[in-house]
């Protein structure tokens, strides 16, 4: 038997013929692997971290059915049943994660909720810690989207926000666009820069920043505002394309016009554009430092709902450690 590849596996167990996300009858185990040899990584609710577990006698675990045979006492797990094993092998190491790149983060609730049989988690299953070591950048960032949002608001006072005013436009929203799209630059540059990521030439355009719709997602993302609920719903990358990275972007080219030639394009400062680029840079926020910290809860949860959001499978998860986080760079 060929030995394993350092890194994290997941082994869900479940019945033969049935479901595992509709079974009670199922488990999911998550184990380092180092040399060959296997350590339990226990998930124990209340920790953000898994704990690192061999044998009751120091060894060190051979492969899933050695643990199995030998599993601790304090494991309540019932094998009593006509089971099937499925393994996963996960993207990243114990502590690694991808800089400024939101994942889902494995945690007690994986072990109660399971896998479906596709390898997507149920969606309860994991915890959110994506805001790392970047809070205090993470906290101006979200400071500057609600005063953006304020200024929304204040646009409101003499436009009435629905539908048939999406062609309005002004100064306001012309300022709501020039600020959003500038934090977008400002964050995708960095994403790609903190992840050795170089431009292709010069300064980073469209034609580098397209990288991060399959990184991060972007184009799986759908939200509504939640007070403007009959303005519909923004996917502002979901037409996002390589063959044409700027224009398939319209509220990003309408912004570049706009910021160029005032005077000729000054029309395109319009409220749709305003809305699709709030949504742009709220959306972008999700796909850096996730949705489920207290951060956002508490400040900006309140402005918009999201209506679709990425499915991760379980490869892409984090799994933390009770060392130490390790930064690694996306394999753009």
Known sequence: MAMKSDGIYLYNISM???NPLQSRYSCDLVFLCKA?????????????????????????YIDIKDFLANRPSDLNLDLNFNHKIKEYKLKNNIGEYYKYIFRPVISFKLQNFHLEDNGIPFPDCYDDISIWYYRTEYLSHIRQLELVIDDLKKAFQVVEPTKKN?????NTLRNIILISCTEIDSMMSRILRENSCPPVRGMYKT??????????KLDKYKIIFNEYEDLGSFSPYAQWNEGSSTKSLRWYDNYNKIKHDRQNNFYLANLETAL????????????QFGKDNMIWKEHVRKYFNIQKSPQWHIRDYYVPS???????NYPF
């Not at 898994?50 to 044998?55: E, G, H, W, Y």
């Open 36 to 60: 060959g040899k296997l350590q339990w990584l226990q998930m124990i609710d209340g920790l953000r971290h898994c704990i690192p577990r061999v044998k009751d006698n120091g060894e060190f």
């Open 276 to 287: 699709t680029s709030i949504s742009a840079y709220a959306i972008l926020l999700f796909a």
């Open 16 to 18: 033969k013929d049935g």
């Open 322 to 328: 009770s060392d130490k986080l390790i930064p690694v």
């Open 166 to 170: 999406l062609k309005v436009f002004g």
């Open 207 to 216: 034609t580098d920043y397209v990288k991060l719709k399959k990184a991060l």
